[in-house]
Each structure stands twice: as structure tokens, then as C-alpha cells.
């Protein structure tokens, strides 16, 4: 059967928002852009399909805080007590997310990993984050698969986790509902639906930011932009000229597997281990399945889903030593994607100072345009921060805490006039 | 657009030969049959998707005789031979198979494994094979990224390998020719077709097998019947009472790698390794990728195609040890799949004695009835050899050699008559 009639063309859609990505990190900006009453239009040609399609969904800034990014911990503190409450709001909707209350075991193999542990906690402690050593036999009554040869167990009560699959498909269902509709209905309150476009550059109008050039024709006019397309941010046509954003792929391999019946439960706890110094964890999901993961590594492979021979042999020996059974398990899937990293590990969060081409006054920020990319590691743990942080500035509301994340605070090397240089963007400049 | 007219239904079809089953033993056996002028239906609801899908592809009777199945060998120096002319046969449709005559490294890890190969050499020469000691200097300026830590090597300039992916499609292919045609067409001479749905049963007819039941509701009708469906043989409604095919699945896990190009020629010729007494090859194909396997495992997994992460990262670990460089490969594919394997490791191949249900005398054959099953490791090498002896059974010539593999060598352990069993079915017998 044809359509003989063809549907009319509509050439502009109007929102309050829109949003260039669908990563956990767009999908949750959006959601909470309609909880607050705004419209909402998410442009991507493969939703959810990058590091988000990865990610294991620990949120975990307890254990997180091993990787030396101190910096980054009140923020992740502050995301973490969001989570509760935007979980709730996507699963209203009657879509489960994987949200586990679960607590995190740490576990070293040897002597060395239970030093660099015993170091750590000291470092936890102090900044009064909760962990407790367990003693072995305790770790291993709760845990009874562990390897009796583990060195050292800590107890961190705090650090939880998420599918970020199936949160991601539970806020783009609900998106879903309206992306069969004509696109004129989406200029209501609350309204959103998905293009499964690209975006192909940003529209400016009188010094600002107007909406989207989307890749199939359609121009989507929005209040405000969110710029949250992970690596692909940097090469967005149409940003400010002054505005750099370094963002370098780290790669990183996570396997799946299945656990036979008779080692059921495998884990109740979500386990993060040092191995000989090296990171490995272990998440046992609600459906029976655990995630193992991730390597990390930035040397280039042929495409950023190509899988490492040498990381999923890496992380099978890693996890087998602190969990024996792991050799028992029917390998699911074997996951590569890059991860946005920056030269200092933390987001690119905010809105962007002006220069030339802006109409505000001179360090004024570019109307219309908000950027959300650089999560790296922390992508979904910081999802409820960046979508509350986002959609605060959209309301005007600028909490001093996060603007040391601002987009602009590194200096654009293809602009070498000294006074750049010399004065880069940084969080006193825009305070 | 519809079909308004309904295709007339065809209740039965007519051809020369029927087989159940289009594995590699299946597809050859049906190449063969049109090659001496035989019309053909092949039946299976899944093809090429079984061990087929899984295997290597090794042509490898010299090397293969390390896993102590000295009984196998006239049959497997016999298909090796026929190989070229089979390839030919094949590829002058203008396909490719990913046939090759570059030789084989067998390669031990440590002292151990050196004594290993070096007692199996013994046995090898002995039986007059092609197997000679290299130097390691030698070795390693033909394939330079060998580990420098290997303890010995071996060339074997005869076993060579197949990809038997493209071989079996290249076959499917010259059978799709015709599948979309009407199936009254199918009873000329080399016609063949595939019917994409499963054999339900045998049918009879004056004591004779006279074809096969499709599940869909089809009788094809055959003057010849050939069983190839691997495993499910043994399942198969209307085989002889009398008949045990004792079929074990004996599961294996296998790796499909891509090597970037700083890395290519990864190998020039198949490694075949022991690293602490367990084999591992790794096979470069045509394409630039290579394949790693095999793991052997007799436990059941949640299903045939389940593949085990202690496996995978065996294999990982091992191939690493002979070719450090594998762990920079890509993993594009970790496959599970079970093979076909009998109490003695042999094919069950050829026509089967006649009981209370035959005609013919008692001890002879039933007519119509070849089967072509259990060939465990061995399905690829062996495919010509299993086809010419199973166009040669229809032809009417028994070629006394091979009647050691006849399927009815085992006693019925459902049968329990004295009788069946102090006089088992034996070469003798059937002589």
C-alpha cells in the first residue's frame, strides 16, 4: 500500500528546549526540561547507542574516588543524592531503570592492592565518605563465591547502581509517544519527542543561540540549546569560535555475561577489585546477569566499538581472581566504546562566555546555548547533577559550586593571540 | 503490492536425492549428488548455523593425528587428497571458499610440550607424513611475531585450510539458484533446491525409505535419503528400530579477530600450539583476520551456542603465549557451538543393516537410507570424503575401507535381546 497523499513539510519545530544527543546524559537533561513544564526536542541518529550503550551504571563516588578526581567528588556527592528522586520520576511512567540499592564491596587481590586500599580509605575517611574494613570472613559470608586469597574487603554502603539501558529506553519511551505524532504538536508544555537525526549545526540569531539545523532538512527553533553529544560535541558546526572543547576518546571494553543456575545469586554486592593495581568490577545485575568491566586505554583502534583481545582477556583474568566462578559463566557480550574525556577528567558543564559574536556585554554568556559533554567515567552517576545543574540555568539559577566546570575554562589553541593565553577562562573570570 | 493469486500447493516433491541436513557434511554430500547428475532437495530450517558456523576450517590430517585418532587416518589422508578437485568443483560457480595450501607451524610453549610433539613426530614419520623440525631461528624468520620463548616447531607443509563459511554459502548459493522457482521444476537432472524448514520424519514405503516429511506439510520424494543433520540425527522420527546413533555434543568455543594493519601479515602460515599440554591454533585467512580456538568442553551449557568466558579467556591466554601480538587484536566474535561427537571419535557413515522392518535379505541394507553424521572435529576435512563415498554408495560401489564407519557399529542400548548384543554390528558383519 502507497501514502498517496504525502504528509505536509514542515520545515521549523518549535520547542523550549532542545537537545543534541540522546546519551544518558541528553535523555536525562531532557527528562528533566518536561518535568519542569518545558517542551522538549531531542535530535540523534542512534540513540543511546554510545558510551551510555556500555556503561555499567555504578554510582559510586565512594569508590569512584580511587581514580584521584577529588575535584570532582562534591559533585558526584550531590548526584548521588539526586537519584532517589529522578529515579522516581522515570520509573513513574511504569519503566523499570535497574536501580539498585545495593551496597559496593572493595577487594584487593595482594599485598600491594591492600596498601593502595588501605591509602585510600585513610583519604575517604577524612573527607567523612563511608567505608568500613570487613574482616575476610565476613566479606566471604556475605560473598561466599570470593576467592579465599583476597587480601583485604571494604564495606561501602553508599555506592549503588543503575541500567543505564534501561534507563535510557524507559525516558526515550516516553519521548517515544510523541515521535509518531506530527511534529506541530510539539510546542506544548511537556511535549518531547525524538529525531532520529543528525544535528548538523547550531542556528544563531542577533548574537544567539536560536535551535538546531537538523541533518534531514528540519530546523528545530528552541529557546535553549543543549549541546550533549558526547565526542561528537567538538565537531558541531556552529559553536562559538572562541570556545574549545578538548575532548580526547578514552576507550573501554565491559563484557556481559550469564550465570548458570546452580551459582545464583553470584554476587549480592557489586564488587570493585585492584588486581596486581589494576581496576576490575564486578556488577551483578537484577535480572540474574553481571557486567565486568572496563577497561581503559587511548590508544586508537580501528572504530570506537572495536573491541580489545588483549582488554577482555585482561579483565577475565582480573575478575577471576577475586571471583573464581567467573570461568563458569556464559560470556553474553563483549561492548568497546569510547568514553568523552578532558585534559583535566572533569565535565564541560554550562553555559559559554560570548566573545565577538555575542550581543551581551563584554563576559556575558551566549544566550540560547548550554553545553553538557565530558562526563568521561561518570556519565550516569552525574546524570541527575548535569540535568538539574542544566535545566537551573535555564531558569536562571547559578549555584557558584559548578561554574570551575564551565565549558570555556580552557584556552583555544587555534587562538593564539596572548591575551587568550594569558588569561584563560576560568571559574573567577565568570564568577 | 499483493499476491492475489495463490501459488498452486505442491503436497509433494520429487528428486533424486534428499538431504536432511545443510552443515558442511550436508551441502558437500549435496554438491557432490548434482555433480554426478543427481536432482537434490536439501532440507533445514537453519542452515549452515550449527558446528559449521563455528569451525576453523583446518585441513589438517598430519596435525590432527595428535589427538590420538590414528584410526581416522587413511580416511582423513583420503578427503585431504580430494580437496583441490572438490575446491574446483565449487569455486568454477565463480564463488571463493578461502581455500589454501599455506602450510602449518605446529609450535610448543614449553620443555613439556616439546616432548609431546616430539613423541607424536615419531608416530608421524612413522606412518610416512610430511612433518619436519625447524630450527627456532627458522620459525621465527617465517612468522616473526612468533613469541622468542617457544620451545620448538614443526613444518607441515600438507595441511592446509578452508573457510568453511564461504564454502558452505558458496554451495547454499548454487542451491538458492533454484529455491525461489516453483518445486515441480525440481526433478531434472543437477537441479537442486533448499527447502528452509525442518525434516519431521522419515518416510516408508515397502520397507524402503522413500524420502522425508517437512514440518511445513511437503513429502519430498527421494530415490535417496541422506541423515546429516548432525546432533539431531539421533532425534530423527523413522529411523530403523534397530539403530542407535549415540551422538554426544561436545562443545567448543572459537574467535573471529581482526588485526589493525601495523600488524598484518599477522601470520603467513596456521599455528597449531600445545601451551602446557592444551592445543590452540590460530588461523590467518584471507582477509587479513584470523581465527582462534578451539576450547573442548563436554558440560552442558544453558544452550549449544552459549559461550564460556572461562573458555574464552583460554584461549585468549594461550594464543598469547606463542603470538604475544594477540592481544592487540580486535575481537570481533566469540561463537560456542556443539559438534557431533560418537564413543570412538569416528564418523557414523554409510547405509544401515535391514531389521524385522526391511526387505531385503536378512544382513542386507535398507534401500534409500545413507547415513552421514558424528564427524566431531573432523566435519570440514573430511566433507569430500563423505560426499564421493556417499554418491559412491548410491552408485552402488562399497569401498571396503570405510564400511569401519558404517553407523550401525553400535548396539542399540534400547534393545536389549542377547543376541544384538554379544554380536554387536562389527566391519566383519557387514563385509
Known amino acids: ?68 578526581e577529588e575535584d570532582l567528588l562534591e559533585l558526584m556527592l550531590a548526584s548521588s543524592q539526586l537519584w532517589p528522586g529522578f529515579v522516581d520520576g522515570v520509573q513513574s511512567a511504569g519503566r523499570g531503570t535497574g536501580y539498585r540499592t545495593t551496597p559496593t564491596l572493595a577487594v584487593g587481590a595482594d599485598a600491594a592492592d591492600r596498601r593502595a586500599f588501605g591509602d585510600l580509605r585513610d583519604v575517604q575517611l577524612r573527607l567523612g565518605l563511608e567505608i568500613q574494613a570487613l574482616p575476610l570472613r565476613e566479606a566471604r559470608d556475605r560473598e561466599p563465591l570470593l576467592s579465599p586469597q583476597i587480601s583485604c574487603a571494604f564495606d561501602i554502603p553508599g555506592d549503588h547502581q543503575v541500567d543505564p539501558r534501561r534507563l535510557a529506553a524507559a525516558i526515550l519511551e516516553s519521548l517515544g509517544r510523541h515521535s509518531e505524532r506530527d511534529r506541530s504538536w510539539v510546542t506544548g508544555a511537556e511535549d518531547g519527542f525524538l529525531m532520529n537525526s543528525s544535528a548538523s549545526g547550531l542556528l544563531w540569531e542577533d548574537g544567539a543561540v536560536a535551535g538546531v539545523a537538523v541533518a534531514d532538512g528540519t530546523r528545530v ?39 548458570p543456575r546452580h551459582l545464583q545469586p553470584l554476587l549480592t554486592a557489586t564488587v570493585r577489585g585492584l588486581v596486581r593495581g589494576v581496576p576490575v568490577y564486578i556488577v551483578p545485575r537484577e535480572d540474574g546477569t553481571v557486567v565486568i568491566g572496563a577497561s581503559q586505554r587511548e590508544d586508537g583502534p580501528s572504530s570506537a566499538s572495536a573491541v580489545s583481545a588483549g582488554g577482555v582477556y585482561q579483565l577475565l583474568r582480573d575478575a577471576q581472581v577475586l571471583l573464581p566462578a ?10 568497546a566504546r569510547a568514553r568523552p574525556g578532558t585534559p583535566d577528567n572533569a565535565p564541560l558543564l554550562g553555559r559559554v562566555r560570548a566573545g565577538d559574536s555575542g550581543t551581551g556585554p563584554d563576559g556575558g554568556d551566549v544566550p540560547g546555548l548550554i553545553v553538557a559533554t565530558g562526563f568521561f567515567r561518570h556519565g550516569v552517576l552525574l546524570t541527575p547533577a548535569a540535568a538539574s545543574i542544566t535545566v537551573g540555568l535555564m531558569e536562571g539559577r547559578h549555584d557558584e559550586r559548578w561554574t570551575r566546570f564551565r565549558p570555556d575554562r580552557f584556552p583555544n589553541p587555534h587562538r593564539s593571540a596572548p591575551a587568550t593565553i594569558s588569561a584563560p577562562a576560568t571559574i573567577k573570570d565568570h564568577a
Do not use: F, K
Not at 6 to 14: D, F, I
Not at 43 to 63: N, Q
Not at 227 to 234: C, E, H
Open 1 to 68: 500500500m502507497e501514502t498517496l497523499q504525502p504528509a505536509p513539510r514542515n520545515p521549523a519545530v518549535t520547542a523550549d528546549v532542545a537537545v543534541i544527543g540522546a546519551g544518558i546524559i541528553g535523555l536525562g537533561i531532557a527528562h528533566e526540561a518536561r518535568r519542569s513544564g518545558r517542551s522538549v526536542v531531542v535530535i540523534d541518529p542512534a540513540p543511546a547507542s554510545g558510551a551510555t550503550y556500555a556503561a555499567a551504571g555504578m554510582l559510586a563516588p565512594v569508590s569512584e574516588l580511587h581514580y584521584q
Open 221 to 259: 527553533l528552541a529557546a535553549e540549546t543543549v549541546v550533549a553529544n558526547g565526542l561528537a560535541a567538538a565537531g558541531l558546526e556552529g559553536l562559538p569560535e572562541e570556545l574549545a572543547l578538548p575532548l580526547r576518546p578514552v576507550y573501554g571494553d565491559i563484557l556481559r555475561l550469564g550465570v
Open 326 to 335: 567467573v570461568a563458569e559463566l556464559e560470556l553474553l557480550e563483549c561492548t
